[in-house]
């Protein structure tokens, strides 16, 4: 007796009607924020069923059992008429249009605010190569306005970041001890788990989210960031998890310039040189192809008849 397997997990011990796994509701959330995300850039803007379109070609990208997943989660296969995919993307549509019109322009707004950074860039790729807006120079652009206006670029500051602090006895010192004691974040309160400390040049220690919303709240002002703590100016931050320090170099930090300035002598006894910037780890120079001995025979004894006069 065959066992039944679940069609969306693959599992075996239950049907796809019945499957609980976590990524069904990653995927719910995600088709939702996805459909907040073009309410909100574009109400007003374009009507309602040029929106629906859109979020109708991004549903077409689910695959069947993606869509007959979602079906079953929100109880629509009683309602649905046929078991295809056509039918699928048009009670999915319906069931989260109505979800994101019940929602208040406050709490569209709020929502719009709580997709991550990179989702919200992913989002907007994708409908940029929608067919009713990529067919719209004028929609393109609008879209691209409207992203700008609601979440402009991060601001990148001259700040290093690194793992540890510099290595002299006194800074190794303290940072053993800063990745063992517990650390109280100064802005939330919340203790901070080693993973997630940051720590200032002025030696203070906050958590990544707060750290995080701080660079971005400078998004709308020109002040430089600084110690939440003592007020002085951000230099160099020590973040223990290379994951998150890379991350943080990232998004928030200006790369550092790849570049060195030599001083090369022209003339020593009148002490005359000039300066020129090169890159840290230049290019390989091309190799210069091999010459081809024929052709130097052939230069050397068209020379040599040119000098003996023939």
């Known amino acids: 007796m065959s066992k039944t397997k679940c069609a969306y997990c693959h599992h075996v011990g239950h049907n796809i009607n019945k499957c609980k796994d976590p990524s069904i509701e990653i995927l719910d959330k995600t088709i939702l924020e996805k459909f907040i995300f073009i309410t909100v850039l574009f109400r007003t ?8 379109l859109c979020v ?15 079906i079953y989660k929100k109880n629509l296969k009683k309602i649905t008429i046929n ?6 993307v048009h ?28 989702n919200y860039q992913i989002y907007g790729d994708e409908y940029l190569k929608t067919q009713v807006i990529s ?5 393109e652009e609008l879209l691209l306005n409207r992203m700008h206006e609601f979440r402009p670029p991060q601001r990148k500051f001259d700040i290093k970041t690194s793992t540890q602090s510099p290595t002299t006895t006194t800074t190794t010192t303290t940072t053993q001890k800063n990745q063992t004691q517990t650390h109280v974040c100064p802005i939330c309160l919340d203790e901070i788990p080693p993973t997630n400390q940051i720590i200032t040049n002025c030696n203070h220690t906050f958590c990544n989210d707060c750290i995080q919303k701080y660079f971005k709240s400078l998004n709308s002002n020109n002040n430089l960031p600084v110690c939440a703590y003592c007020r002085d100016p951000m ?8 994951v998150l320090c890379n991350q943080i170099q990232t998004k928030y930090c200006n790369q550092e310039q ?21 890159p840290r780890n230049p290019p390989p120079r091309p190799e210069r192809p091999p010459e081809n001995p024929h052709n130097f025979n052939r230069s050397f004894i068209s020379i040599f008849y040119r000098f003996i006069g023939f």
């Open 45 to 52: 803007l374009i009507s309602h069923y040029e929106i629906s």
């Open 258 to 278: 790849e570049e060195l300035k030599l001083q090369i002598v022209i003339d020593n006894n009148r002490n005359i040189y000039r300066e020129i910037l090169v």
């Open 56 to 70: 109708k070609e991004l549903l077409n990208l689910l695959s069947y059992d993606e869509l007959k997943i979602l």
């Open 91 to 118: 009670y999915l549509r319906l069931n989260y249009q109505d979800k994101v019109y019940s929602y208040s322009k406050n709490e569209l707004k709020q929502k719009l605010n709580e997709i991550s950074d990179e």
């Open 135 to 139: 067919d719209s120079f004028e929609l």
């Open 235 to 242: 230099k160099s931050l020590e973040i223990p998890n290379p």
């Open 83 to 88: 078991d295809d995919k056509n039918t699928y």
